[in-house]
């Protein structure tokens, strides 16, 4: 009894070696994932570097192409960015609702001459002024159609599944998803096949020089050592920025702007104060909607080829730039939306066309694995 009491407090004193917290081991991955990062990160600025020095004409070609394409992102991402911010949504479907803005505007142009009421109307209209009041009547008609077509599926398929598991929700925007493509693939809808897109104004080619600015036309080629943009990048660029600021004004300086901050904060402590929240979030997928139904008309008139499943890469890019600025941010989704035209733009440039999907997607497993929530996201803690 005595040897084993004298045991005891030997054995007690005895220490076993700590085993690594799951903290610990978290921080050194994501340590090493950030220097895995900024390896990555030198090694593509050397050989853009190289690029530009061998060939500066044609990286600044590539470069405005990439601005074109990620303005158009921009656009795009704000409905991704805005859903998630107040019922925490991946809305697949939104991509497919970029598709419905293209075709609503197609048909538009097409089969109506939308773009042409103008001048049918006031004969004496300058014909500037008449193309641009018939052009900004059809992308505001896209817009429309996308901003109601985004309320009803918001009604239909998910403020049924408010209170439900968010896997519930995010299977539903994919079969919400997959029916807008499917459906609108049917004969009597829009069509399973390619169509050409019939512009509402015409597109000019212009071009930056040692001469300066000037306008590319058959008896005025683009001089050799010139950078060339179209007009329609211009708009793109134009555009995209105002929307930009506008959502920017409407969130932080209105009271539905307020209501929606309100919103996305805590929805029950909202309708104690007297708001509507289920009409806030039906505006907040209008307004996304909406922005998509343009980006959907401005990439239709760059692209001139438009099909059924012409949103399911633009609206998975446009994921991937929210998630990259940190979604639920409006500045985030324009930042993200930049990074991802570039990176796409020089993958094709430099490296290959197929391989500009890779890389997109490539980006969102990085952003992932080093900073989930994002350039602007800040880390929250799951409300209980």
């Given at each position: 009894m005595q040897q084993a009491s004298a045991e005891r407090p030997r054995v007690s004193q005895s220490r076993q070696p700590a085993p690594l917290s799951p903290r610990a081991s978290g921080a050194g991955l994501a340590w090493i994932g950030r220097g895995f990062l900024l390896i990555l990160a030198a090694v593509v600025a050397l050989i853009l570097a190289r690029n530009l020095l061998d060939n500066p004409r044609l990286f600044a070609q590539i470069?405005?192409?990439?601005?074109?394409?990620?303005?158009?992102?921009?656009?795009?991402?704000?409905?991704?960015?805005?859903?998630?911010?107040?019922?925490?949504?991946?809305?697949?479907?939104?991509?497919?609702?970029f598709m419905v803005g293209s075709f609503v505007s197609?048909?538009?142009?097409?089969?109506?001459?939308?773009?042409?009421?103008?001048?049918?109307?006031?004969?004496?209209?300058?014909?500037?002024?008449?193309?641009?009041?018939?052009?900004?009547?059809?992308?505001?008609l896209s817009m429309v159609v996308c901003a109601i077509l985004a309320v009803v599926i918001e009604r239909v398929a998910y403020k049924p599944l408010r209170n439900a598991p968010r896997i519930t929700a995010l299977i539903t925007a994919i079969g919400v998803s997959f029916f807008l493509e499917f459906f609108g693939a049917l004969n009597f809808v829009f069509s399973p096949r390619f169509i050409p897109y019939q512009r509402p104004f015409d597109v000019y080619a212009y071009y930056i020089g040692g001469s300066g600015i000037?306008?590319?036309?058959?008896?005025?080629?683009?001089?050799?050592?010139?950078?060339?943009?179209?007009?329609?990048?211009?708009?793109?660029?134009?555009?995209?920025?105002?929307?930009?600021?506008?959502?920017?004004?409407?969130?932080?300086?209105?009271?539905?702007?307020?209501?929606?901050?309100?919103?996305?904060?805590?929805?029950?402590?909202?309708?104690?104060?007297?708001?509507?929240?289920?009409?806030?979030?039906?505006?907040?997928?209008?307004?996304?909607?909406?922005?998509?139904?343009?980006?959907?008309?401005l990439f239709a008139i760059a692209y001139p080829s438009i099909h059924t499943q012409l949103g399911i890469l633009p609206g998975l890019k446009a994921f991937v730039a929210a998630v990259l600025g940190g979604i639920g941010s409006i500045p985030g989704a324009l930042v993200g939306a930049l990074i991802m035209g570039q990176a796409e733009s020089l993958t094709a440039g430099y490296i290959s066309t197929p391989m500009r999907d890779a890389v997109a997607f490539t980006i969102l497993i990085v952003v992932l694995l080093v900073r989930p929530t994002g350039i602007f996201g800040e880390p929250t803690g799951e409300k209980a």
């Open positions: 470069v405005i192409s990439g601005l074109q394409l990620g303005f158009v992102y921009a656009l795009i991402a704000l409905g991704y960015t805005m859903v998630y911010g107040i019922v925490r949504l991946i809305n697949f479907a939104h991509g497919d609702v197609f048909f538009a142009v097409s089969r109506f001459s939308l773009h042409t009421w103008p001048e049918t109307a006031f004969p004496g209209m300058s014909p500037d002024l008449s193309t641009l009041i018939g052009a900004i009547s059809v992308i505001l000037g306008m590319v036309t058959p008896s005025n080629p683009a001089p050799p050592d010139s950078i060339t943009f179209s007009s329609i990048f211009v708009i793109i660029v134009i555009t995209s920025i105002l929307m930009q600021a506008l959502l920017q004004w409407l969130v932080k300086r209105t009271k539905m702007g307020k209501a929606m901050r309100a919103s996305a904060v805590d929805k029950p402590t909202t309708r104690l104060m007297g708001v509507n929240v289920d009409r806030v979030i039906s505006f907040t997928f209008a307004i996304g909607a909406a922005f998509a139904g343009l980006a959907g008309v």
